[in-house]
């Protein structure tokens, strides 16, 4: 029997409508769902692999625990047991001596969404990591210094803007991030159809470059410096206008003494950007009808990340263009509180015990993970959860990393597959694929440049006995609570949902306020405490029905009677209602920001020449961890190190050939490919590979490994507002091998 469902795709921050055709119960094809008022049938290669990796043989269907070295299948209650019976003594003795590691694919799963942080919580620990030290930290610490809460991250309008500044970022191979749009290239295509111009900064000549009206190739880490330096110009010009923002805006004339000295003369050596291009890039970026600046990877894992972050809305704001159509503008996700209460960001309210790091969004840098684990001494790291990571491929220092994770006590992945990381697990609890959960972006609808709401049912059943992942990481939760492994999780959750009641009806903001708790629960709809708890979120966000107060408001029954999606159209000006500091102003010079000014200008005034590595993303894979989809790897060798003509002509590199690059971190060989596409001294290796590891199960992906590029990068320094590692601009030796 054939049968078609709808689902969105959790790949990347794209959020494609996906629809899905099962023949037998297994899927067959997978289109875009050309009736999804968001993606209208785009989809990329990735999408069209969600078959695959379900039924891809490698992935894990049952519980592993090591024995004598081996991993070997085990009951669900074996398993848990084991993580019991390790965990906790160690958090009855010291609650800091379990860390734990988020990764990337949590953003994309709703179970997650839900289920992680009762878990971080109830771990009391403060050794909790993430891989938003290894990506986009910078921007959080920006947007919480400037419009007070770290996740009010302005977007670009891509849909209505004349005038698109892009740096450090290639959305038409990653499909974007911070800034969800499914089918980027069709949107750039509109963006120039309509007379609208593209601008690409960038050290490589990117697949998105390739379509800009122009490319600037710049130094790798200068970008803050480039902005400012265009900020400069605006101001030398006469051209500030704040608009419709202005009144909500303090800090311009600081703003104005900061930029005086990086002059487009005082930072063309270090750029390599020479002046009267970027004279130019500021006229036409002020002059635009509407203008926007998005940046994103290359000028977040950087020295200068948080400036970058920052530099990128001082422009966009001085221009006029924050919190306007075509500009800078606030998402409003369906199940956003209707209220967000102000309070004052901070960082820095504990510290990293190896490195005296701050806590940043309650967490510490990913980057000293090896020191907390290696280092002994009280408060030492013994045990280590991670939950959807790779970080011995995705954090810097990876060679450190995997040895400490080698010199572990205990360590359990929630993790699907044997991977680099997770061979070093003692526990490996492997959850249901994607198609057998539900998905909602909780995430990306307040990172989206039209407001939606789209929630998919599962595609495929639960195969018998085996826990869906938010069961998994509420019995993990339960465990570290010290409820022990055969905890009801189940009445847990219900407990939970009728304290969150209790909690909402006792508040004057909560559109249940003052309302009979029994009523809202016996209210709420689903088939699950999951899907009840998701229930109540939505119906008390701004879209909700508020359990009768707006009728016509979301439910999850109504979101699933839209498979398609929904669609609220276009974003719209929100800026008095989105800052949430205290005093209800935008601080576009926030001191914190400032204070790192000085340091920036030192590195302007004395450039270091020499080779500088950069990463790069493929369209055809995600992150680490799509490799074992043979479709997905198989043709050309992709990893390579891509090199400007004129420097592997220096250097006697042959296209094809094993070069070997070197960093302060480590050394790598790896196949030469000769390209115009770089600007000359910065050389780019894609990352994500390094799938040559003993005691995986990976067997798609370990017969084209490639090189891990995080052999190169280093933990020795950090970005220091934000803890973000420095991931790009690396100083690399290349030679032939
Ligand atoms: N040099 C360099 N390093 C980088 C970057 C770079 O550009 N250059 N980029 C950085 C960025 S932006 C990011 S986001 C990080 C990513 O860093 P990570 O999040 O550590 O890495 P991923 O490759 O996304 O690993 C995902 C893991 O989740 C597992 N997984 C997949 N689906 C699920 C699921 O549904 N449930 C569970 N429990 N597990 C699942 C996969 O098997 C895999 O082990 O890497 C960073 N590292
Ligand atoms: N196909 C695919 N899509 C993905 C992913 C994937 O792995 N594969 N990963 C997803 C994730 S987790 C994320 S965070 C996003 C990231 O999405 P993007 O930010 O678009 O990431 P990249 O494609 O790595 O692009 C980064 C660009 O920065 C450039 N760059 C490096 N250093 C500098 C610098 O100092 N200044 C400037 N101006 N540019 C610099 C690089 O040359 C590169 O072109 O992509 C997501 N989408
Ligand atoms: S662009 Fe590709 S990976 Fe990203 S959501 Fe769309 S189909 Fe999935
Ligand atoms: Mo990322």
């Given at each position: 029997m054939t049968t078609t469902a709808y689902r969105t795709c959790p790949l990347c921050e794209a959020c494609c409508g996906l629809e899905i055709t099962l023949e037998g119960g297994r899927v067959k094809v997978i289109r875009g769902d050309r009736a999804d008022p968001f993606s209208r049938g785009y989809l990329c290669p990735k999408g069209t692999t969600l078959g695959r990796l379900h039924d891809d043989p490698?992935?894990?269907?049952?519980?592993?625990?090591?024995?004598?070295?081996?991993?070997?299948?085990?009951?669900?209650?074996?398993?848990?047991?084991?993580?019991?019976?390790?965990?906790?003594?160690?958090?009855?003795?010291?609650?800091?001596?379990?860390?734990?590691?988020?990764?990337n694919p949590n953003v994309h799963n709703i179970h997650a969404a839900f289920a992680v942080r009762p878990l971080v919580q109830a771990?009391?620990?403060?050794?909790?990591?993430?891989?938003?030290?290894?990506?986009?930290?910078?921007?959080?610490?920006?947007?919480?210094?400037?419009?007070?809460?770290?996740?009010?991250?302005?977007?670009?309008?891509?849909?209505?803007?004349?005038?698109?500044?892009?740096?450090?970022?290639?959305?038409?191979?990653?499909?974007?991030?911070?800034?969800?749009?499914?089918?980027?290239?069709?949107?750039?295509?509109?963006?120039?159809?309509?007379?609208?111009?593209?601008?690409?900064?960038?050290?490589?000549?990117?697949?998105?470059?390739?379509?800009?009206?122009?490319?600037?190739?710049?130094?790798?880490?200068?970008?803050?410096?480039?902005?400012?330096?265009?900020?400069?110009?605006?101001?030398?010009?006469?051209?500030?206008?704040?608009?419709?923002?202005?009144?909500?805006?303090?800090?311009?004339?600081?703003?104005?003494?900061?930029?005086?000295?990086?002059?487009?003369?005082?930072?063309?050596?270090?750029?390599?950007?020479?002046?009267?291009?970027?004279?130019?890039?500021?006229?036409?970026?002020?002059?635009?009808?509407?203008?926007?600046?998005?940046?994103?990877?290359?000028?977040?894992?950087?020295?200068?990340?948080?400036?970058?972050?920052?530099?990128?809305?001082?422009?966009?704001?001085?221009?006029?263009?924050?919190d306007r159509p075509g500009g800078a503008m606030f998402p409003h996700a369906a199940h956003d509180p209707i209220r967000r209460r102000p309070r004052r960001f901070r960082t820095g309210r504990f510290r990293s015990r190896v490195r005296d790091l701050p806590e940043v969004l309650n967490e510490l840098p990913v980057a000293t993970l090896a020191d907390e684990i290696l280092t002994p001494g009280d408060g030492q790291v013994r045990a280590l959860i991670t939950v959807a990571g790779n970080p011995a491929l995705t954090a810097p220092d990876g060679a450190r990393l995997e040895r400490a994770l080698s010199e572990l006590e205990f360590m359990v992945s929630v993790d699907p597959y044997l991977n680099e990381t997770t061979r070093h697990a003692d526990v490996v609890l492997p959850p249901p694929s994607?198609?057998?959960?539900?998905?909602?972006?909780?995430?990306?609808?307040?990172?989206?440049?039209?407001?939606?709401?789209?929630?998919?049912?599962?595609?495929?059943?639960?195969?018998?006995?085996?826990?869906?992942?938010?069961?998994?990481?509420?019995?993990?939760?339960?465990?570290?609570?010290?409820?022990?492994?055969?905890?009801?999780?189940?009445?847990?959750?219900?407990?939970?949902?009728?304290?969150?009641?209790?909690?909402?009806?006792?508040?004057?903001?909560?559109?249940?306020?003052?309302?009979?708790?029994?009523?809202?629960?016996?209210?709420?709809?689903?088939d699950s405490p999951f899907e009840r708890l998701f229930d109540f979120k939505v119906r008390t966000g701004h879209r909700g029905d508020g359990f009768g107060a707006n009728p016509e408001g979301l439910t999850l029954g109504r979101l699933k009677a839209a498979p398609h999606g929904i669609d609220f159209g276009p974003l719209t000006p929100r800026l008095p209602d989105v800052v949430s500091d205290p005093d209800g102003k935008v601080r576009l010079a926030p001191p914190e920001i400032l204070a790192d000014l000085p340091r920036l200008r030192r590195a302007a005034e004395s450039p270091t020449n020499g080779l500088r590595l950069v990463g790069r993303r493929q369209l055809r894979t995600a992150n680490s961890w799509t490799h074992n989809i043979e479709v997905l790897v198989k043709g050309k060798e992709a990893c390579t190190l891509q090199i400007h003509p004129d420097d592997a002509a220096r250097l006697g590199l042959e296209d094809a050939a094993p070069a070997r690059v070197q960093a302060s971190g480590g050394t790598v060989v790896v196949p030469v490919?000769?390209?115009?596409?770089?600007?000359?001294?910065?050389?780019?290796?894609?990352?994500?590979?390094?799938?040559?590891?003993?005691?995986?199960?990976?067997?798609?992906?370990?017969?084209?490994?490639?090189v891990n590029m995080n052999l190169l990068t280093s933990t020795a320094e950090v970005e220091p507002l934000s803890g973000v590692a420095i991931l790009n601009g690396i100083p690399v030796e290349v030679s032939r091998a």
């Open positions: 490698d992935r894990l269907r049952r519980p592993l625990v090591r024995r004598d070295g081996t991993h070997v299948e085990v009951s669900w209650e074996a398993a848990f047991a084991e993580v019991a019976r390790h965990l906790t003594p160690l958090l009855a003795k010291d609650r800091d001596s379990v860390a734990i590691y988020l990764g771990l009391g620990t403060r050794n909790v990591y993430s891989a938003s030290t290894v990506d986009q930290m910078p921007k959080h610490v920006s947007a919480g210094y400037m419009f007070g809460h770290p996740l009010t991250i302005p977007v670009p309008d891509l849909d209505r803007t004349d005038h698109l500044l892009i740096l450090g970022a290639n959305p038409v191979v990653s499909n974007g991030s911070l800034a969800t749009a499914p089918d980027w290239p069709g949107r750039l295509d509109a963006l120039q159809a309509r007379g609208g111009r593209l601008v690409v900064v960038d050290p490589r000549r990117t697949e998105t470059a390739d379509r800009a009206d122009r490319w600037v190739p710049l130094r790798p880490g200068s970008d803050p410096a480039l902005l400012l330096a265009m900020v400069n110009v605006v101001f030398a010009d006469g051209l500030v206008d704040l608009g419709d923002a202005a009144p909500y805006v303090v800090g311009v004339d600081d703003v104005a003494t900061a930029v005086e000295p990086f002059t487009p003369e005082a930072v063309a050596r270090f750029t390599g950007v020479d002046p009267e291009t970027v004279r130019m890039l500021a006229r036409e970026f002020a002059t635009a009808e509407r203008a926007v600046a998005y940046g994103r990877i290359g000028t977040h894992t950087v020295p200068f990340g948080t400036l970058a972050a920052w530099a990128v809305d001082v422009l966009n704001t001085v221009t006029g263009n924050l994607a198609l057998q959960r539900p998905h909602y972006d909780l995430q990306f609808q307040s990172l989206s440049v039209r407001n939606f709401a789209r929630w998919s049912d599962p595609v495929l059943p639960l195969d018998p006995d085996h826990p869906d992942e938010f069961r998994i990481l509420s019995r993990l939760a339960a465990i570290a609570a010290g409820m022990g492994p055969d905890t009801d999780v189940d009445a847990l959750a219900e407990a939970t949902l009728a304290s969150m009641v209790q909690a909402a009806v006792a508040d004057a903001d909560s559109p249940v306020a003052g309302r009979d708790p029994g009523e809202i629960l016996g209210m709420l709809e689903g490919e000769v390209t115009d596409r770089m600007m000359p001294g910065v050389v780019s290796l894609p990352y994500g590979w390094g799938h040559d590891r003993e005691g995986t199960r990976l067997s798609v992906a370990s017969r084209r490994p490639g």
